[in-house]
């Protein structure tokens, strides 16, 4: 069973910047080269919303309206690390951050329906 595990949440002040991880494990079969990871983020009483999904085998990715040109999905040829950088950071943007992997289609979307596996989420704080 794969698992995903992100981290790299912090308290940043605006304007600031963050990188977060998500380190695949468990399945020595699983690779990023097959599956599509997104990101996505929950802030208290909105719902979970898609920030950026990426398909490493097709290069194809999507960011949402609200990070584009300051958020950026990338990967670690060597491992099977997916990164999201973020720049520019607003107050706006402090939510628990949240990757997924979708391992039935290898298709960018910033849905979450088609996600089934999930990391439990890291911290990002946005505030002076």
């Known amino acids: 069973q794969v698992q995903l595990v992100e981290s790299g949440g912090d308290l940043v002040e605006p304007g600031g910047s963050l990188t977060l991880s998500c380190a695949a494990s468990?399945?020595?079969?699983?690779?990023?080269?097959?599956?599509?990871i997104g990101w996505f983020r929950q802030a208290p009483g909105k719902e979970r919303e898609g920030v950026a999904s990426?398909?490493?085998?097709?290069?194809?990715?999507v960011y949402a309206d609200s990070v584009t040109e300051r958020f950026t999905i990338s990967r670690d040829n060597h491992k099977n690390v997916a990164y999201l950088r973020m720049n520019s950071l607003k107050p706006e943007d402090t939510a628990i951050y949240y990757c997924?992997?979708?391992?039935?289609?290898?298709?960018?979307?910033?849905?979450?329906?088609?996600?089934?596996?999930w990391g439990q989420g890291t911290q990002v704080t946005v505030s002076s």
């Open positions: 997924a992997t979708n391992t039935y289609e290898n298709i960018a979307t910033l849905h979450p329906g088609p996600y089934d596996i």
């Open positions: 468990g399945n020595s079969r699983f690779s990023l080269d097959y599956y599509a």
């Open positions: 990426i398909s490493f085998a097709t290069g194809k990715s």
